[in-house]
């Protein structure tokens, strides 16, 4: 019924977010890796903000695909108040319970991905920042 909205709550706060963490960030500095002898790999340590935006990224993509397919169903209709269980007081209800459940746990689970992805890419650049050590 309107599920999508809770992560595209979730998504409007984290892209705000996004934006003001982004503007305080400084550049960061390159890091040379070596790799295969002599030749040297250079990368940079991802800013928070471009991690930000991978949430936001699954949060408004998700969002916008569940819109879709309510759109579909004509859960959600073009006139007011364009979703169709709020119009009745007892769909009503039963719509904000949906959104509790289903898009709270949505939202949860793209937000605990996110975090999975981030750690994993917070292992990789220590083991290039601790191989970079290594070497010097």
């Known amino acids: 019924m ?7 709550a979730e ?4 892209t705000v977010a996004e934006k003001v963490i982004a503007s305080k960030e400084k550049a960061s500095k390159p890091i040379e890796v070596p790799s295969d002898g002599n030749v040297l790999e250079s990368a940079q340590k991802l800013p928070f903000s471009q991690k930000l935006k991978w949430l936001n990224t ?11 397919e309510h759109l579909w169903h004509g859960e959600i209709v073009p006139w007011f108040p364009f979703l169709t269980a709020a119009s009745d007081p007892a769909s ?5 319970q ?4 289903v898009g709270v746990s ?17 292992a990789i650049e220590k ?8 070497e010097k």
């Open 2 to 8: 309107a599920c999508f909205l809770v992560p595209a």
């Open 11 to 14: 998504a409007v706060i984290t």
């Open 58 to 68: 699954m949060l408004w993509g998700g969002s916008a695909l569940l819109a879709f």
């Open 92 to 96: 009503a209800m039963e719509m904000l």
């Open 98 to 101: 949906e959104m509790g459940t």
């Open 106 to 122: 949505m939202a949860l689970l793209v937000t605990a991905a996110w975090g999975i992805m981030v750690s994993a890419a917070s």
């Open 127 to 134: 083991k290039a920042q601790k191989a970079l050590s290594a």
